[in-house]
């Protein structure tokens, strides 16, 4: 099997790593990649967003299944394009990506479908956000309603700062607050049959303890010891199966991966957020215990016969991933910077690139993370740490919590 990638950041590079080892995999190339990709696949040279661009070379390298990493992509409709070929794509329509591409949108998906999430009031103007800032009160949460990588949604106490943030992206859906700690869960569709990944954690603030900004995300880490037994099969039932088939009734199917962002409150799982790819970065953590081959699993649901998969293998222990981050990201990354010590195994580059001489310099504002994985939570946590401090990038920073409440036993569930 020939495989395109694209996209070029650490989610991309974990899923490198992984089509890489899987034996069905003969040839896989990656546009535009990255210095860490390189070492595992051949890049070619695209704009993601451009379908025609990216179908044309699909069939250049004559690829036999294209794996869409990022979302602006997907919403963009390069599937579509790919699809239009004839050659299989992992990732959903444009259509069905909307999922992501608007909040207004897949609240009316869930409302439809009878998923269990928070309510909310799509708003357009000052005095309409008030109002619904007036009925859920405060912790205020106010989501840009279109792709924001990540970093759209603000979650505070502070009136003006939501008001804030509503007027600078001037469509924004409005919710009340989910208590309780969040649960990142991948599904991989073909449409009609649906298959669960690992649920796994992420850490969208800045800071240690949660404190800061909201990022693209600072660290995750998988299984979750404290995850409500059968929350799985709770939440394939509540909400991705009820999903996939309002999506159906809408002539709009989903096949991709379907990112299901969860709060796990004293009611019960509520749903927080759809995306439409995988998540970042997570993906580096449930890849990392993936035993089944993925190219094989993707394949499967690229072309419908996801139902014929066989059932998931997974490794023994856990898997903890840590993000290096440029000096003053996410307000204004700084790029550039020499860094060393980053060509080792469990080192992903999310933003990385390098010069003729070979030297590797940051590119982005989440720059490296270290992925290892250990016999139990602790000792993946250890690796990891130990990954991330010999890694030497001027003014970088990194969280020094991820996965530690979870080791300490320190994640509880009321109600």
Known sequence: MRVLLVGGGGREHALALGLAGDPAVEALFAAPGNPGIAAVAQLREVTPTDPAAVAALAVEVAADLVVIGPEAPLVAGVADAVRAKGIAVFGPSAEAARLEG???FAKDVMTAAGVPTARAYTCEDASAVARALDEFGAPYVVKDDGLAAGKGVVVTDDRAAAERHAAECGRVVIEEYLSGPEVSLFVVTDGEAAVPLLPA???KRVGDGDT??????MGAYAPLPWAPPGLVDDVMR???HPTLAELRRRGTPFAGLLYVGLAITPSGPRVI???ARFGDPETQVVL?????PLGGLLHAAATGTL???PPLRWRDGAAVTVVVAADGYPAGPRTGDVITGADRAGIIHAGTRRDADGTLRSAGGRVLCGTATGPDLAAARDAAYALVRDVELAGSHHRTDIAAAAVDGRITISG
């Open 307 to 309: 139902g014929a998969h």
């Open 273 to 275: 957020e759809f995306n």
């Open 212 to 217: 800061g900004p909201n990022t693209g995300g």
């Open 288 to 292: 990392a215990l993936l035993e089944t």
């Open 201 to 203: 954690q992420d850490f």
């Open 238 to 240: 509540d909400v991705v």
């Open 102 to 104: 608007s909040k207004t």
